[in-house]
């Protein structure tokens, strides 16, 4: 059985334990360690009825850039997170202070341990009714005492208002404190965007931890995620799904950054 490393409860006040995002590239990114970002989330789960978490990489960054739309929602997010090693990298590199990466596949167990633990409920939507049985077997099998609410997989094409508006009263209706949502970037972001304030819960845009977390899809070793290697890994499983948008998100990522960081610099130098 999993256990967490917090063993007792964290008594909340209304001082937020994240209390700064930095500039990347155009997006706003929430900077503190890998504890703050558990414990914001559960103080969101206290302090706000609706609240939405966005586990950003460089992929997203590049979306956000392309779109200013997407930026404008990824900056409402109440936290967005550096979940690929190179925006903790660039984050460092940037601001010259030392970032944790908090990727969605390491925060999604931790906050299974944690919602039991402190005696929070949980509902997964998105993905399939396959992975989603999985992962509520698996946390079942972990984790005895988590309180499920309950999981959905909503149909892949676009909802009209009618069941949309029947998927949130049934979400509601559970009346979980973290719904963990998989519809992949930037569908799912835009979902919980519009969700605010409409999903009495907080929101968190997980993707692809589902089918890591159900043990459906392995990882890289950790030497290889410190490397920031997981999109090759990626890639290698669906190269042909993948190979363009890597080549061309990674491209525009690198020179966003170096574009940055000199301006960075010449700031500096004035």
Not at 37 to 52: C, G, M, P, Q, R
Not at 202 to 231: F, I
Not at 234 to 257: A, V
Request: proline share 5%; with cysteine.
């Amino acid at each position: 059985m999993l256990t967490s490393n917090i063993t007792e409860p964290t008594t909340y006040t209304a001082e937020p334990p994240l209390k700064e995002k930095r500039k990347l590239i155009n997006s706003l990114i929430s900077a503190g360690s890998f504890n703050n970002f558990v414990d914001h989330i559960f103080w969101l789960t206290e302090n706000k009825a609706s609240s939405y978490v966005c586990f950003a990489n460089a992929h997203m960054l590049v979306e956000a850039y392309r779109d200013k739309e997407f930026n404008k929602l990824l900056n409402n997010a109440d936290v967005a997170t550096p979940d690929g090693g190179p925006l903790s990298k660039l984050m460092k590199l940037m601001y010259g202070q030392e970032q944790d990466r908090v990727a969605g596949m390491d925060v999604l167990p931790r906050l299974l341990q944690e919602a039991a633990i402190r005696g929070k409920s949980v509902y997964f939507y998105g993905s399939t009714d396959q992975v989603l049985e999985a992962i509520v077997a698996k946390a079942k099998q972990d984790l005895p005492d988590l309180k499920i609410a309950g999981y959905y997989s909503p149909p892949f094409r676009k909802l009209n208002h009618i069941e949309d508006t029947a998927i949130t009263d049934r979400i509601n209706k559970a009346n979980p404190d973290l719904v963990f949502v998989a519809l992949g970037c930037p569908k799912q972001e835009r979902w919980m965007a519009d969700h605010k304030g409409k999903v009495n819960a907080c929101m968190l845009g997980v993707g692809q931890a589902y089918m890591t977390y159900a043990n459906l899809e392995k990882r890289l070793p950790k030497w290889a995620r410190d490397l920031s290697l997981e999109w090759t890994y990626r890639l290698w499983q669906e190269p042909r799904r993948l190979w363009k948008r890597y080549l061309y998100t990674n491209s525009i990522f690198i020179l966003l950054t170096l574009k940055a960081f000199l301006q960075k610099q010449t700031q500096r130098s004035l």
